[in-house]
């Protein structure tokens, strides 16, 4: 049964500054990869999707990797800011469903 | 750019008492999700849909939902007898293949009382 963790669960950061969010999945079967945005009592917004036969994906100051062998995906933000204060969730398709199953989230603070 | 609505956006309902919660997809899109969230708690998987049937579903999707297409935009889902614990965020999402990218409407609140 596939499983997704994320860590830290929580992270503060001065603006300005570049950091990683984690994502480990338990089965490397896992097929796509998905990177979300929830702002809090909102919808969740589609930020990178990473195929299974790609290793990272940029859009902006975000780029996501994917290593199936290692169980893990991470997302590297640059040069932060207040507005991307926000939860960031981590979901894999599993092997042979087309349903999403979502990492417990990191809620990252970009401090002024 | 194309999105994904929802409505309503906030429910209350008294225990017992059956909810429809009311999505519109992507429109060309053609797989459909029901996920909820429980405050502080996962994003969890409900059911997905294609072709007009169920295509999967999860242990919580019990006898007490159901899901409807009922025309060639919207996509429901119908609780039979609320109870407590049903309380929750539930997100309608789509995507235009399987294993593609989903896109998520912005959620119904339910509060069951």
């Given at each position: 049964k596939?499983?997704v963790?994320?860590?830290?669960a ?7 500054e570049?950091l990683?969010l984690?994502?480990?999945f338990?089965d ?5 990869l ?5 702002d ?8 990178l ?5 790609q ?12 290593d199936?062998s ?5 997302l590297?933000?640059?040069a932060s800011?207040?507005g991307?204060?926000?939860t ?13 199953i979502?990492?417990t989230?990191t809620?990252l603070?970009?401090?002024? | 750019e194309p ?9 209350v309902?008294?225990?017992g008492?059956?909810v ?5 997809p992507?429109s060309?899109?053609l797989?459909f999700?029901?996920?909820r969230?429980i405050?502080g ?5 409900l059911v ?16 007490q939902?159901?899901?409807?297409r ?6 429901t889902?119908?609780?039979?007898s609320?109870?407590?614990e049903?309380?929750?965020m539930y997100?309608?999402?789509s995507?235009?293949?399987g294993?593609?990218?989903q896109?998520f409407g912005?959620g119904t609140?339910l509060?069951v009382t």
């Amino acid at each position: 049964k596939q499983e997704v963790t994320q860590i830290p669960a929580a992270l503060s950061v001065p603006e300005g500054e570049n950091l990683v969010l984690n994502c480990s999945f338990t089965d490397s079967a896992i097929y796509n990869l998905q990177w979300f945005r929830q702002d809090p009592g909102k919808g969740l917004t589609s930020l990178l999707l990473i195929q299974s036969s790609q290793r990272e994906q940029t859009s902006g100051r975000l780029n996501a990797s994917l290593d199936k062998s290692s169980g893990r995906s991470t997302l590297y933000i640059a040069a932060s800011q207040p507005g991307d204060s926000a939860t960031y969730l981590c979901a894999g398709y599993g092997g042979a469903t087309n349903k999403l199953i979502f990492g417990t989230g990191t809620l990252l603070a970009v401090q002024p | 750019e194309p999105e994904v609505t929802q409505t309503p956006s906030h429910q209350v309902t008294q225990m017992g008492q059956e909810v429809i919660l009311r999505c519109v997809p992507i429109s060309n899109h053609l797989y459909f999700y029901w996920y909820r969230q429980i405050l502080g708690q996962k994003v969890e998987f409900l059911v997905s849909f294609y072709n007009n049937e169920i295509s999967e579903k999860s242990e919580i999707f019990d006898d007490q939902f159901s899901v409807e297409r009922p025309d060639g935009s919207n996509f429901t889902l119908k609780i039979r007898s609320t109870k407590l614990e049903d309380s929750a965020m539930y997100f309608c999402a789509s995507s235009d293949f399987g294993v593609n990218e989903q896109y998520f409407g912005p959620g119904t609140r339910l509060t069951v009382t």
